[in-house]
């Protein structure tokens, strides 16, 4: 039987001869492949991953997954050594070989579009420093640099090695000390968020978030966002005022605070939203805490011996055995504080 287009050839396959087949074999190239190339290393990016080398071939795989032939059982491959990136037509051209299984090969000039871009890699940014979507400013609640920090920072570190090695997107570009804490500048925003929630979970702190437009990038506006943590760093016995009134820092706990009025001993606690809206302000004076003996006791009073210098003073409630208290202003003030 003859080839029912050309009428020449003996046909082979759906009434067609070898040559028509091949000539009506259809290739369609569907959505767009981007690359990105780091004009400092020339390391490149397809897809989400960044490479040091192999880019015809990396090109060559991701372009064939969006490629469809007329006929499902053909071969069809991507030529590695044909592809030609055209930056300024943002396209990539390639041929593509077609093996249909019935002749010599198909080959055919393709081309897909690509949005091809200059940026630098993750680790030259590292290396150089110079890239990042977001500054961490740890802070103290005051203005002075004090071991809250350092203590802040132990305990991220590992987070922040576990972040880097998931993705090498991921990093910490930078860490200046300046006299009232750390700057922290992170690669990726979203990591930033991680961290600062991280920090807020762990320690009582205040977290303020501000942006600023820091140029045009991809075409779009890049926003660079600073996250502030303000740590506290007061401890236990610190004097704190709020509406005229003194109040002593008894617990800090991630979440709030227990403060103890110093004139009435009552006893509240400070969510940490609460106390960073408020007008709290600490005072610089803070309460020794000292151990103390129970003496003897009624159900009303207990008589304690302070246990440095001996001195004997009643207070009201019932305590039995040892407890810790402030002494502040010539007061005794039992606290729930676990002897130590
Ligand atoms: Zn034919
Ligand atoms: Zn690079």
């Known amino acids: 039987m003859k080839c029912i287009l050309c009428d020449k050839n003996e046909a082979i396959e ?5 040559d028509c ?19 400092k290393c020339d390391s490149f990016k397809v897809g989400n991953r960044w490479y040091r080398e192999g880019m015809k071939g990396r090109l060559a795989a991701a372009i064939r997954k969006h490629i469809t032939g007329s006929s499902g059982s053909a071969e069809i491959n991507v030529v590695s050594d044909s592809i030609s990136i055209n930056r300024p037509e943002g396209r990539i051209d390639f041929s593509v070989a077609v093996d249909n299984g019935h002749s010599s090969l198909i080959t055919r000039s393709e081309s897909i579009p690509s949005k091809i871009l200059l940026n630098s890699c993750p680790i ?16 103290t609640f005051g203005t002075n640099y004090t071991s809250i ?20 997107d991921s990093f910490l570009s930078k860490i200046v000390r300046l006299p009232e804490g750390l700057d922290l500048y992170i690669g990726k925003k979203n990591d930033a968020i991680k961290m600062t929630r991280f920090l807020h979970e762990n320690f009582f702190s205040e977290i303020k978030i501000t942006k600023k437009l820091a140029g045009r990038r991809e075409g779009e ?3 660079r966002y600073t996250y502030l943590v303000r ?5 236990r016995g610190t004097i704190i005022q709020h509406e005229g009134r003194e109040y002593l820092l008894e617990q800090i706990s991630p979440n709030s605070l227990t403060l103890i ?8 606690t400070v969510q940490q939203n609460d106390f960073y809206s408020g007008s709290y302000s600490d005072t610089q004076e803070k309460a020794e805490l000292r151990r103390y003996i129970v003496i ?11 246990s440095l210098n001996f001195s004997r003073f009643t207070v009201k409630g019932s305590y039995h055995g040892e407890i810790m208290a402030f002494y502040y202003g010539g007061k005794i003030i039992p606290t729930e504080i676990p002897v130590q």
């Open 14 to 18: 759906h009434g067609l001869c070898s």
């Open 21 to 39: 087949l091949d000539s009506n074999f259809q290739i369609n190239v569907n959505g767009s492949v981007d690359l990105t190339i780091c004009p």
């Open 124 to 139: 030259c940014n590292k290396v150089t420093g110079s890239y990042y979507e977001a500054i961490i400013q740890m802070r």
């Open 149 to 168: 920090i350092d203590e802040a920072m132990d305990r991220i570190d590992p987070f922040i090695v576990n972040m880097e090695s998931r993705s090498n």
């Open 221 to 223: 506006d890049f926003y």
């Open 231 to 235: 740590l506290l760093n007061l401890s």
């Open 261 to 268: 009025d110093a004139a009435s001993e009552r006893r509240f």
């Open 296 to 306: 003897s006791n009624t159900a009303s009073e207990t008589e304690l011996m302070d």
